[in-house]
């Protein structure tokens, strides 16, 4: 099992660090781990946020586990050297098109949700969001028009291939839940979501066990916060992926406790290639002073057992052990409490 660990900049090294001793508990046999520099701290010592030697580092491996990037002092940088960068040039070196990010409810945590404690207490879901496509990669420009109005555009666009491998990920996730996969699309109006509906169907054929429906965006965002219980892993492309998967975060509370997979279509020897991130940022506000909650980055780490290394067993100790140290009170700042990183990590680790 090869690791590239890459933890950034901010609190992405205090969040790493206590993903890094859940794993080591765990005794994962052959674990090997190969550091990298990424972010604002690989712009000062390399003088780029993603040095060719850090994306050798995770070529070498079966999955990147990747803290956060980012640093206000590079605000007046090119874009191309913004920390942020890394993460936008590993997806894209790396082949990485499917972005997943569960959310659940965890016990004793339904006050902070947006939604009432009774509807909230149902969420158990999973978004799989494709990257590569859409309208953000469309031809895009401005003119200005005969009449002397300025206009701008965007194309949204979708290949048939695209939108068949994001549905095999999503199908095959929902073949490791509880075997519902709803595709999202606005097909009623876009011809892009009516090649995307025509495309997911035929590829349901090869997942009979899976309950396939459709869901137009619009129902899907009301769906969200009036029953999402209903829900198991939702599929769609990324305009809509981006403000849905945002949408469900904040309907189960904190930032600190969510957890992200970015997936290509490259197999490791017992599963698929993976970079694996807490979906929250850097936090300049409480970087260096031990309080970030470690949980989001701990619950990428059972995602990655889970999606490259088939470790299903191993991903539910930790996620077991997470659901117990949230229900037995130890929550950090962020949700309220006043628990450390490293206490937290230290009541995970107990209770695996
Ligand atoms: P970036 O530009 O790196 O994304 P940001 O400030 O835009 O940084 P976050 O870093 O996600 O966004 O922080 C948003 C807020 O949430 C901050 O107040 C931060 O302290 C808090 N926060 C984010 N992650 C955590 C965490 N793991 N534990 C506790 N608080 C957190
Ligand atoms: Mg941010």
Redesign the pocket.
Known sequence: MRIAVFPG???GAE?IAEALRVLDALRLPGAVYLAGDVGAIAYQRHGHPLPQETVETARNCDAVLFG???DPSCDHLERHLRP?QAVLGLRAQLGLFANLRPATMFAGLEDLSALKPEIARQIDLLIVRELNGDVYFGDKGTRTRDDGQREGWDMMSYSEGEVRRIAHTAFLAAQGRKGRLTSVDKANVLETSQLWRDAVIEVAAEYPDVALDHMYVDNAAMQLVRNPGQFDVVVTGNLFGDILSDQASMCVG???LLASASLGEQKTAHGTFGLYE?I???????AGQG???????ILSAAMMLRHSFGRENDAMRIESAVAQTLADGVH???LGGSASTKEIGDAVIDRL
Not at 291 to 297: E, K, L, M, S, V
């Open positions: 900049d901010g609190i969040v956060a990037v980012g942020e904190s930032i600190g807490p929250h940022g850097t936090a300049p506000d409480i309080r970030a909650n470690p949980i989001a980055t950090g700042g962020d």
